[in-house]
């Protein structure tokens, strides 16, 4: 979706049509909704609001490829950008900064980025993945190998002795 920024009226535009926005570059990923605010700001342009979508990942413990769901919270002030990259100053406080020209806004784009910079650090394909065993490096959400059974501590043993020499 591109939109022209002298297009946007005062009260901003409103994009929560996922079809709106267009579909990501890579086909295996897909937007699930969008609720996104665009105003302008003399010639800048603010967008926030929030992206939702499902982007395969490799799970970090299991190496198993999984569906992951990206919630992109954005927030960007968009620039017309300068003809010299010199004259620009960026305020601390603006951490998300990008560049549109042309009198165009490419939402299509910046979803996508959105959606990248959200990505986990380290995907899990769930919370309590077991992770591959370090022994035999079998998927130990697949199957329980026997190597995966640790040895019983030796602190616990001397519980259970004093725990069955006390019911006696
Ligand atoms: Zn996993
Ligand atoms: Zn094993």
């Not at 295996?28 to 665009?38: I, T």
């Not at 967008?47 to 982007?55: I, K």
């Not at 959400?141 to 026997?146: L, P």
């Given at each position: 979706m591109r939109i022209r920024v002298s297009d946007i009226?005062?009260?901003?535009?409103?994009?929560?049509?996922?079809t709106a926005v267009g579909s990501f570059s890579d086909p295996?990923?897909?937007?699930?909704?969008?609720?996104?605010?665009?105003l302008r700001e003399h010639v800048d342009v603010l967008?926030?609001?929030?992206?939702?979508?499902?982007?395969p990942q490799?799970?970090?413990?299991?190496?198993?490829p999984f569906p992951a769901d990206v919630r992109a919270a954005v927030d960007v002030r968009l620039i017309p950008r300068p003809a010299t990259a010199d004259n620009v100053e960026l305020a601390p406080d603006d951490l998300d900064v990008d560049f549109y020209q042309n009198d165009e806004l490419d939402l299509g784009a910046l979803v996508e980025a959105e959606t990248t910079l959200a990505l986990?650090?380290?995907p899990l394909c769930r919370d309590d993945c077991r992770g591959l065993c370090p022994v035999c490096g079998g998927n130990r959400?697949?199957?329980?190998?026997?190597c995966s059974e640790r040895a019983?501590?030796?602190?616990?043993?001397?519980?259970k002795d004093l725990a069955t020499r006390l019911s006696h």
């Open positions: 009226q005062e009260d901003g535009l409103m994009v929560d049509h996922v295996a990923w897909r937007l699930d909704a969008v609720s996104l605010r665009v967008v926030s609001g929030e992206v939702l979508a499902t982007v490799l799970c970090g413990r299991c190496l198993e986990p650090m380290k959400n697949v199957v329980a190998c026997a019983p501590d030796p602190r616990l043993t001397v519980l």
